[in-house]
């Protein structure tokens, strides 16, 4: 079986913080870029954070830059998203998605997707 699963999502309080998980079932992540999307009630997906099979990250959002870290453990076949000083506005189904390269994270193609984890900050 060929899929990623996240895990690590729930409920935090504004200022907290959650580390995502995405791992690789029935596949090798090594050779992959692996991007973080969110979807949050209400708005369009967007693409968060991506880290290449090097390790090199891109950050496609803003709002998230200088509190959300993507790393990789390729020896765990997982990339990890790590997410601090967390604000209500971060509230969203959080998913990853695998990639020749990370790019733009609206174009071209995925070849892996996950179902997503939810992430809930809330006072």
């Known amino acids: 079986q060929l899929q990623l699963v996240e895990s690590g999502g729930g409920l935090v309080q504004p200022g907290g913080s959650l580390r995502l998980s995405c791992a690789a079932s029935?596949?090798?992540?090594?050779?992959?870029?692996i991007v973080w999307f969110r979807k949050a009630p209400g708005k369009e997906r967007e693409g968060v954070l991506c880290?290449?099979?090097?390790?090199?990250?891109?950050n496609y959002a803003d709002s998230v830059q200088g509190r959300f870290t993507i790393s990789r453990d390729n020896a765990q076949n997982t990339v990890y998203l790590q997410m601090n000083s967390l604000k209500p506005e971060d509230t969203a189904v959080y998913s990853c998605a695998a990639r020749t390269r990370c790019g733009m994270w609206y174009g071209g193609r995925y070849d892996y997707w996950g179902q997503g984890t939810q992430v809930t900050v809330s006072s």
């Open positions: 880290i290449s099979s090097s390790g090199g990250t891109t």
């Open positions: 029935g596949f090798t992540l090594d050779y992959y870029a």
